[in-house]
């Protein structure tokens, strides 16, 4: 069955002629020029007017804003519908304020608060802001990226059948810095949506041909039209307005179109910033000999002929409605629209303008050319030129494509089925496999919104079993050629649209924005997914910036991070990785564990599954290894479980007063647990602590710590706290992972104890685990010197006999 999705906004039916009337027009320019008003007065305000207590400015973008300017009015006021979803520039984010304001949903009160505390955010964030965002911005790329995962989110939901039922298919729109095209996360995102053949994406590209600190290099458009096109994209060039247009058909308009085609971007920003004079010098400098030159040129006052050279493509309200309105098909779009950087305001053009704002008197200068009476700053109609009613007419049309937050959360799904899997002998990886082929037989609610994704390594983290069951996903089917050709093959490798594996290339940064955008789906697109991503440890790194970005937007999925450390040693040493519990614990919206045990790690899913679905929930990071570990024989008690998910357990309680105790993570199991019945002769009230999460463990910790610091007699004891209860106040830890040593050696500071760390510090050999382990000190012998180091300290603090 080849599954099929309605597509196409309702905004696109009708033709052109119907659907831009004069008088949309010349309202949305007047609404246009209001927005640019008020969203530079908020910036304005927050640095100039409102009390700074710290001496650091406040900051912001009021060129970028003026770039974007008329192409945010179009989209968000005409184009966009409640089934689209946006990622504006984030520069621009004002323009967004100035909006919801003009619409009554956001107070001057609101607006008065740009970029304080608690106030409206410099970005736009889903977390923050209290008005409905679809994308969070703030990184460049990122949420530009992000659409192409939304849209195969949005094709994902439909074609399995989850989406609500009333639920249309939308577009996922951008607007990017062109400049943002530098950063490499967008070009493997539209390789990515090439092969996941995307469609509803729609990417406006600021062209303005600055950057931050200058011009961006000249005929970057014809890169943007030659790579786009390469991946499937349409590609529209908005370059001109409809002035130029007209000019291009009048006297010498064929060599004024040649002049401005030739143009080197950096000449062309400094004219604009320099203005109608300017032009005029060189116009008539470079064209001299053409005719009609003169008299185009005599034409037109120093402004009106700035006003000319100024109208470009993305300046043009309608050319751009003409362009957005024409679109008829699904296929991704990318609207490359000139624009200048500044437009408007009196650094246009000018290199150094990202940063800039207008001084008092400039901007005194500006509100008068927008004719907004001195006092009327805020006022909603000051400039509008619009009755009251006119006015609330454009309000009304435009609040009907709006959308509200949304903050409901359905019920939590039951995670079903996951119970330990049999085997004496088991990695914590091997074990994760398991339980995902386990469910992988059940057709429930639960199992049915599991959607499992993988950079190239779906069958090396052991989800071959999962896929195998329930099949790659793709909005058409492909089928599996080995297996219809009979050639042998453990996995089965067929592609259709009720596949629940989502394969990617290898790009890290596609996965954590796959992840991102899979874990938003319930806000994003009405329905929820519970979305599984598994990835090598070592390769978190890759794509840092796009899970801190997933974090950030409150997106829910369970991370799979194996195989990991030493562990895989006689694989490649390179690939050892050491410092990735010091990134998950520091990354917020995570909960990261590391088990060492398989019924530890049917604990962790299903709480976790649980967990990431709760509105006080997280994401879940689960670290994992492929070595093979004898596995305990144990009921464990609904305690243990606790313990688990709270961060450790005593494998072995120490008796009160005990001076020792060893705790470890993950993989060295064996290597603690051996070290400490060795000693156990010499030291009978000794520990031995299994921490399941140093992450969870610590967070906890601070809670506690912090509500004390603050007189809160009530706090909590932390779990740590209760566990080392009945310690001597200055026992000795030794403490041992598979990993770097500063994931554990706080728990010195829980007390007055004594630790000796134990953890890797380096990388790079290969080797087997017994080499291994010698070698970065991981091993029973390591434990065991350090263990002797200890009681040597404390005899050290003994007062020589007499
Ligand atoms: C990943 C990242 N690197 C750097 C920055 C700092 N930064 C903010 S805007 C910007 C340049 C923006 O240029 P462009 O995308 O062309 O937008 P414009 O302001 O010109 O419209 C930079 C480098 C950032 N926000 N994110
Ligand atoms: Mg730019």
Redesign the pocket.
Known sequence: MTASITQFPDSQTGTKDNLISPQTVLELKAFEQKLLWLSCWIIHYANNIRPIRDGLKVGA?Q??IA??NTIHTALLMDILNPKDRIAI????APTLHALLYLLGELSREDLESFRSFGGLQS?PSRTKDKFAVDFSG?????PVAATIFASLVQDYVHLQNLAPEDSEIGRMVTV??????D?GNIFEALLEGWKHDVRNAWWII?Y?R????GV?HDYLSQRIHDFFGTVGWDVTVLKYGKLLEAAFEGPAGEALQQWIDTCPNMLYSAISFQGGKSWREHLSHDLQGTSGTKEMLDSHSDESLHALMTNLGGHDMEALLEAFHGVDTDAPQCFVAY?I?GYQLPFAGHKDN?AGLMTVDQIDHFRETLKIPKGQEWDRLAGLEMTQDEFDGVIHRVRGRTREKDIAWAPVISATGIETPNGDNMSTQEAFGKIMTEISRQDDDFTNRIVTTSPDVTVSTSLGGWVNRKGLFHRHDEPDVFRSERVPSPQKWGKSPSGQHIELGIAENNFFSLLGELGLSEHLFGTRLLPVGTLYDIFIGRGL?ALNYACYQDARFMLIVTPSGLALAPEGGAHQSIGTNLITMGQPGLEAFEPAFADEVAVMMHWGFEHMQKPEGASVCLRLVTRPMEQPKRTLTSQIKDDMIAGAYWLHKPAPGAELVIAFSGPVAPEATEAFEAILEDIPNAGLLNVTSADRLHKDWMAASKSRQQGDAQAHMAHIESLFSSLEVDASIVTVLDAHPATLDWLGAVGRYQVIPLGVENFGQCGDIPDLYHHYRIDTDAILEAIASASLRKLAKVPPKR
């Open positions: 973008h060129s970028s770039s974007a520039k984030p520069q621009s970005y703030g990184s460049m790329g990122m990017a810095g062109d400049a943002e095209l950063e600021d303005n600055q950057s931050l600190d961006v624009t950087k990202h910036d």
